[in-house]
T-cell receptor
């Protein structure tokens, strides 16, 4: 029941942009995005609820298309600090069971 | 403000032993959950709770037991450890079942 993320890994140079996609075969109730640094716990970035909203957090933004049951995370003008593994998380019906995708490893190099 | 506290941070067990991973939060969150993280598998939900006295299974509950006697605590019990349970375990809490998850620092478990 895990959502599917793509790509699995991406390497960027500082200043480049990236898009990470998260899709599901089941209807989504909300979508979360988290970033995890190596050896640390995941850290919340943003949450998107049904309604097709788009949110932004500094130079990181996300969209949620409930008709297509997918969300995308946009990282613009990437910084070294953006490196880590990004996870989308979704719940399907009541919001009680929360499932994470398999993650996208993002590496930003100078 | 401590947030979500997990203990122990590291543990080595022999096959067949039992143990309890402790999780406590001081944010008065109703929702608490346990995940395991394995390479290439992301975070998989083991058990979750929407309040004291209420628990339910996630996607990989076999071999694990939980209870929620208070709002603050949500321990995870391994009944008879197996090498397949070698993993990093994260406890997370949220004020709402669909709200931001606050994670503990993780517990690295190795079963020999």
């Amino acid at each position: 029941q895990q959502p599917v993320q793509s790509p699995q890994a991406v390497i960027l140079r500082e200043g480049e942009d990236a898009v990470i996609n998260c899709s599901s075969s089941k209807a989504l109730y909300s979508v979360h995005w988290y970033r995890q640094k190596h050896g640390e716990a995941p850290v919340f970035l943003m949450i998107l609820l049904k309604g097709g909203e788009q949110k932004g957090h500094d130079k990181i933004s996300a969209s949620f298309n409930e008709k297509k049951q997918q969300s995308s995370l946009y990282l613009t003008a990437s910084q070294l600090s953006y490196s880590g593994t990004y996870f989308c998380g979704t719940d399907y019906v009541t919001g009680n069971q929360f499932y994470f995708g398999t993650g996208t490893s993002l590496t930003v190099i100078p | 403000n401590a947030g979500v506290t997990q203990t122990p941070k590291f543990q080595v067990l022999k096959t067949g032993q039992s143990m309890t991973l402790q999780c406590a939060q001081d944010m008065n969150h109703e929702y608490m959950s346990w995940y395991r993280q394995d390479p290439g598998m992301g975070l998989r939900l083991i058990h979750y709770s929407v309040g004291a006295g209420i628990t339910d299974q996630g996607e990989v509950p076999n071999g694990y037991n939980v209870s929620r006697s208070t709002t603050e605590d949500f321990p995870l019990r391994l009944l008879s450890a197996a090498p397949s349970q070698t993993s990093v375990y994260f406890c997370a809490s949220s004020p709402l079942s669909a709200g931001e998850l606050f994670f503990g620092e993780g517990s690295r478990l190795t079963v020999l």
